[in-house]
């Protein structure tokens, strides 16, 4: 869910906010290495599939549903700079065109959801990365792990924001608790969908996967013959 | 959560507001909402008077005022977590309507739900009023990374494109029995959106080759040409 306006007090905003600026600037720079010149046109079509992709709701139960984050899948997709890039220019996006998230919370959105689960994520993607073995078929799995933490790992920076510059009289450590349990739940959707989409674009185009590309460049040639 | 993300939102008119840079309605629009935030709950006089700008506001600007409630929607899920803090909140209890909640939550619900409600409205209330292309100038002109910008322009000029293929994705997989959203069928639909991701990167990559056979440098010209426009 994004934040709306007036959830944090403004103080709490305003440094969230500087926060996001100065990751998504590093973000911009280092894109450009993950794309080159591509990364106007190439980004853009990415955060349009990534907005895309946020529009199926699922039933999460009691009424409510969610939708994918995306952060992990777009970072273990495109790179995690890119990635942060794309999910921040969604909520941008949506902030200022759809009032979905609130425009003072527009940082602590883009710290959340995109900072957190791109970076969280694509940090658990590596780490798993190196000590499981070199194949094409761990992609997937490993993409929905790093997806399963990114979730709660967006809740809990969002329960020690909401402990420093929370709104409401709610005790800290129930929001944790409150948050974590149900985000869970949510990160169990965002790791199976998240496995899955990965799972089905390394079956076709492992060579667009930037999270299997030291594998698909370690793949050698393999000559058959066919017996007659 | 909750309300799907609809796209055009954009209400053409012609009136004052309107007309006025969008960069000067960015910085309103952000000022205003600060302000907002920043004003103590209590003062209930002063949230009347909010309320007063930014429905005045969208008169001036000849939207309905029934076209903007409709938008509002998108702030359902929060307006439900707002009724439920004073269940949860701490502080001396007090009886509304023969439920026992917290009075310090009760205040805190009331901030969180009216400070939430103006802001959503004075953002629709520029979405409203700003075409995108416009929106877009302003942010440059606001200083906004012109990368930043070019992605943006790009996410919106092609947003239609792929939410339209997703959309006949998903009505094929209706057309054939298979229910998007059950997670019985969640290996189907992840399938789709490989296959959306697929499109869209390929389709980036289309792009870019387009691009560079028009003499792409890197940098994008200004179709408005800079800062001169209007």
Known sequence: ?228 | MGAAHGHRLHHHGHSAVHRAPAHVKILVLVGFVLLVVATPRDWYAVFAAYAAVVVGTVLVARVPLGWVLRRMVVEVPFLVFAALVPFVAEGPRTEVLGLTVSEPGLVAAWGLAVKGTLGVMASLTLAATTEPTDVLVGLRRLRMPPLLVEIMSFMLRYLDVVTADLGRTLTAMRSRGCEPRSPRHWPALARSLGALFIRSYERGERVHLAMLSRGYTGTLPTATGGDGHR
Request: aromatic letters at 6%; one cysteine or more.
């Open chain 1, 1 to 228: 869910m994004h934040v709306p306006d007036g959830f944090l007090d403004a103080p709490t905003s305003v440094a969230t906010g500087v926060v996001a600026a100065a990751a998504v600037g590093v973000a911009l720079r280092r894109a450009r290495t993950e794309l080159d010149d591509r990364t106007a046109p190439m980004a853009g079509l990415v955060a349009a599939f990534v907005f895309a992709a946020q529009m199926i709701n699922f039933p999460v139960g009691a009424g409510t549903s969610g939708h994918l984050l995306g952060g992990a899948l777009a970072a273990v997709l495109v790179g995690p700079w890119t990635g942060l890039l794309c999910v921040s220019v969604v909520l941008v996006v949506q902030a200022l065109f759809m009032a979905d998230g609130g425009i003072t919370a527009l940082g602590t959105n883009v710290v959340l959801i995109g900072v957190v689960t791109a970076l969280a994520g694509y940090v658990v993607f590596r780490a798993l990365q190196a000590v499981l073995p070199r194949r094409l078929g761990t992609v997937a799995p490993t993409a929905a792990v790093a997806a399963f933490v990114s979730v709660p790992a967006a809740a809990a920076v969002f329960s020690l924001l909401f402990a420093i510059g929370g709104t409401a009289p709610v005790d800290a450590g129930k929001v944790l608790t409150a948050m974590l349990g149900w985000h869970v739940l949510i990160g169990i959707g965002e790791a199976v969908v998240t496995g899955l989409v990965v799972g089905a674009v390394v079956a076709v185009r492992p060579d667009l996967v930037r999270g299997a590309r030291p594998l698909v460049a370690a793949r050698e040639l393999e000559i058959r013959t066919v017996a007659a």
